[in-house]
């Protein structure tokens, strides 16, 4: 743990020595998220509800989303990148080290700008919170946390299982992109709104649901059932076929000899 | 004008090599466009009365949209060019008898085109064969398909213009991603790839609709859908011409007079 607070360090020094070109991209990366939501607050501003959720409802799905999605960009991005790390060769260096492939691969990025999309998730929080109708309990601040901590896990499963496919086609890869991309877009929104048939692949294939959606019923007083507010932690165990297919990659690797 | 086909050619052969990718790239288009006309369709069933345009006319939009990604995607930006500029390859082609304006244009819009090109026509027939009002219906008038095609030609120019400039300014920063996420992210909300420009409210649509930014996509898939009827598309496709007039005139000055004090750093 130590081992990766030094790394965590050297790599904020390293990208601090291109100060202006970090809060560049930062503030790009608030504005990216930022109009994301101003796209859904003039659909709102036309619309006023989607299917019996408010706006001050679903901007609650949005920081939640936002939020999970922009800490597992940041600490999870050496997954992301994975590809490269295989057409560099610098994955053959990673295998020699005496430490665990995901731990090198962890510390091999990290992608600070993000900052920016938390940023806004924070600025939508923060305006969301007193308007979204929930009074507040210790107990459902404690669901909120989890909801976001189990977002970075499916995040970060997610990127895993893009890391593990890398492993057997360069190409072709763009694909993933409907389940992290898309589930940043479309998981702005209650995910029932898209029909059943979507509801259920998402609880039970990709479990956006379980950390997305059904707390986020209980919260707002939708659904009384308080084990809602665990199905996180269950959504989370999905890190487990994720992790257990990338070795199974892993174990198939030809370097390239580069 | 011989050399600059060539340029192009070269760019659009290469552009045609990646087929897996565009396969790839194919479905994941086709499942975006199912997510958003499904997301769309959630609002217009809570109030369909405040729906700005005809649900069969989005789903149109919709379809032309992921269809023809690769044409108006903001943030494709060559990166062969970037890199010459970072990298100080630019000094081989500041040495060819070439005007390097007409060459990177000519380059982006080829890889802009054949990237389409290989994308476009799955998307196109399946979404043709859709059930109404999902999928993708006929253009709404002999007119306004011929409309339509000159503003897709047009609308290209714009964006490519658009990038032209982007480029140019990467002469003047040591690391142009702090503006190009910045300019990607204006083209994308203005240009009504988010959202589509009739959802904007009244007063910001009469704004959006004058920059150049509707010029892009906006522009012809209205067009081609029926919600700008022809005699209207003629006004606005005089208006694509006028912004990309103008764009380009910028970019040519604006190259002309950084080229004048370009240093090439050692190496």
Wanted: charged share 10%.
């Amino acid at each position: 743990m130590n081992l990766y607070f030094k790394y965590l360090g050297i790599l904020f020094k390293s990208r601090m020595q291109y100060k202006a070109s970090f809060f560049m991209q930062s503030l790009g990366h608030f504005i990216i998220a930022f109009t994301g939501f101003a796209g859904m607050y003039f659909l709102f501003d036309r619309f006023h509800a989607v299917r019996g959720y408010t706006f001050q409802n679903v901007l609650l799905c949005f920081s939640v989303v936002t939020f999970a999605f922009s800490i597992a960009e940041c600490f999870v991005r050496g997954f992301d990148s994975f590809p490269s790390l295989i057409r560099s060769g610098e994955l053959d260096r990673i295998l020699i080290r005496p430490r665990s492939v995901v731990f090198q691969v962890l510390t091999s990025r990290m992608e600070f700008t993000r900052v920016g999309r938390f940023l806004t998730a924070t600025v939508v929080f923060i305006w969301a919170i007193p308007r979204c109708g929930v009074d507040w309990t210790f107990g459902k601040v404690a669901i909120l946390l989890l909801m976001i901590l189990g977002g970075v896990a499916v995040f970060s499963a997610l990127f895993m299982i893009y890391a593990g496919f890398s492993f057997f086609t360069v190409e072709g890869l763009e694909f993933m992109n409907i389940f992290t991309d898309g589930t940043k877009e479309f998981g702005r929104y209650p995910l029932s709104i898209y029909g059943k048939e979507l509801l259920l692949f998402y609880t039970f294939l990709i479990p956006i649901a379980p950390f997305q959606y059904y707390p986020f019923l209980y919260l707002i007083g939708h659904s009384d059932r308080v084990w809602y507010g665990l199905l996180p932690l269950a959504g989370a165990l999905f890190l487990i076929p994720a992790y257990a297919f990338f070795r199974f990659g892993l174990k198939r690797y030809v370097s390239t000899g580069s | 004008m011989k050399k600059y086909i060539s340029f192009f050619r070269i760019r659009f052969v290469a552009g045609l090599q990646y087929r897996a990718a565009a396969w790839a790239g194919v479905s994941t288009q086709f499942v975006w466009g199912f997510l958003s006309i499904l997301l769309f369709r959630a609002f217009y069933e809570t109030s369909p009365g405040s729906f700005p345009m005809e649900f069969s006319q989005l789903s149109g939009y919709l379809w032309l949209q992921q269809a023809f990604l690769g044409m108006f995607m903001a943030w494709f930006l060559d990166p062969e060019i970037l890199e010459s500029v970072t990298s100080g390859a630019i000094a081989y082609e500041l040495c060819r008898p070439v005007n390097i304006y007409g060459m990177w244009f000519t380059k982006n819009v080829a890889i802009r085109l054949s990237r389409t090109v290989l994308r476009c026509l799955p998307i196109l027939l399946v979404a043709a064969f859709l059930p109404s009002p999902y999928g993708l219906s006929a253009p709404a008038g002999v007119l306004s398909f011929v409309l339509f095609v000159v503003s897709m030609f047009l609308g290209t120019a714009v964006l490519t213009a658009f990038s032209m400039l982007i480029y140019v300014s990467s002469f003047h920063t040591v690391s142009s991603m702090g503006i190009r996420t910045l300019a990607v992210s204006a083209v994308e909300f203005f240009s009504g790839a988010l959202i589509p420009i009739p959802f904007f409210p009244d007063a910001m649509k009469t704004v959006l609709n004058l920059l150049p930014f509707a010029s892009i996509q906006s522009t012809p898939f209205l067009i081609y859908v029926g919600y700008i009827p022809p005699s209207e598309g003629i006004a606005r496709i005089a208006l694509q011409l006028g912004w990309f007039a103008v764009l380009s005139a910028v970019g040519v000055l604006w190259m002309r007079r950084s080229l004048r004090r370009v240093v090439v750093q050692g190496g």
